[in-house]
């Protein structure tokens, strides 16, 4: 009984409603935890039906500089690669950043290749000045921390700061 504009209305409804909340964090926020730093992403990941891969660059000061796509791939999987990380940091001129995904599968659990991104992000970045402080995998709302789950992998969870995995 609904009309095909109407139709075309709800389909457009999880884009329309991540714009708005994408325009509601404004570049300057701080950003201390894992959770805050979600809280900032979420609007980006909204309704994404591939994995997208985006990067969340802070000052020394742990201010929002902004938030960058690094890449979109298929429902499995999407490719990121240190020089686009690398670049979309120094262009902001990060000290701190986060990286984050979306599982289409629906489970967000990380995945060995995620852990495995996550350390040779980690990796590449060091040198240039920039701590990848978090890795975050989103689902349904749902947020999962890779320094956390690493960290209760290795028998207890423990607090980390920026810098110090």
């Known amino acids: 009984g609904m009309g095909e504009h109407s139709a ?10 991540g714009r708005y909340l994408e325009g509601r964090t404004a570049p300057g926020q701080i950003i201390h935890t894992p959770a805050e730093a979600g809280h900032v992403l979420a609007p980006y990941l ?9 990067i969340l660059c802070l000052d020394a000061k742990e201010k929002l500089l902004g938030v960058r796509r690094l890449s979109e791939g298929n429902i499995g999987n999407s ?11 120094l262009a ?10 979306n ?5 967000a659990l990380p ?6 991104t996550t350390q040779v992000v980690r990796a590449a970045l060091e040198p240039l000045g920039i701590r990848l402080v ?10 999962v921390s890779i320094r956390e789950t690493a960290a209760d992998q ?12």
């Open 8 to 17: 075309a209305m709800f389909k457009l409804f999880p884009a329309v409603l």
């Open 46 to 54: 909204y309704g994404a039906r591939n994995e997208t891969v985006y």
């Open 79 to 89: 490719d990121v690669t240190i020089r686009r990380a690398a670049e979309e940091c």
């Open 92 to 101: 902001l001129r990060a000290t701190f950043c986060y990286l984050a995904h």
């Open 103 to 107: 599982h289409a599968s629906g489970v």
């Open 111 to 116: 995945s060995p290749a995620d852990m495995n």
């Open 134 to 143: 978090d890795h975050l995998v989103f689902v349904d709302g749902d947020l």
């Open 154 to 165: 290795r028998g207890g969870f423990h607090m980390v700061y920026p810098g110090q995995w």
